[in-house]
């Protein structure tokens, strides 16, 4: 099992900028990669981005491509995702993934919710206009 608590989420400006934050514990050498996704009310769970932890490989949904970026912190058990130049319609709630049981690359694999197996319980982004 792998536990995720995700953190940093809040109410900002658009044109503002949050750094989220998932911490990972519990069987952590499992985790092969780990992703953010995201649902908006009355819309899909989507896709946001993923970091490989084989080689470090990032991916991003083209919504966000070019203003967030997802990292590892230096204690490894922790991902980060840097949200900057916010816009209303990135309002949502943020959810932290672990892909653990399968090896899964690229972005046709790890941009898919059903691939991994563990999920933190989402934290709130709010982008005012």
């Known amino acids: 099992q792998v536990q995720l608590v995700e953190s940093g989420g809040g109410l900002v400006q658009a044109g503002g900028s949050l750094r989220l934050s998932c911490a990972a514990s519990g069987r952590t050498f499992t985790i092969n990669a780990m992703g953010w996704f995201r649902q908006a009310p009355g819309k899909e769970r989507e896709f946001v981005a993923a970091?490989?932890?084989?080689?470090?490989?990032?991916y991003y949904a083209d919504s966000v491509k070019g203003r967030f970026t997802i990292s590892r912190g230096n204690a490894k058990n922790t991902v980060y995702l840097q949200t900057n130049s916010l816009k209303p319609e990135d309002t949502a709630v943020y959810y932290c993934?672990?892909?653990?049981?399968?090896?899964?690359?690229?972005?046709?694999?790890?941009?898919?919710?059903?691939?991994?197996?563990?999920w933190g319980q989402g934290t709130q982004v709010t982008v005012a206009s």
């Open positions: 993934a672990v892909l653990a049981r399968y090896y899964c690359s690229g972005y046709g694999c790890l941009s898919l919710d059903a691939k991994y197996d563990y």
């Open positions: 970091i490989s932890w084989n080689d470090g490989s990032t």
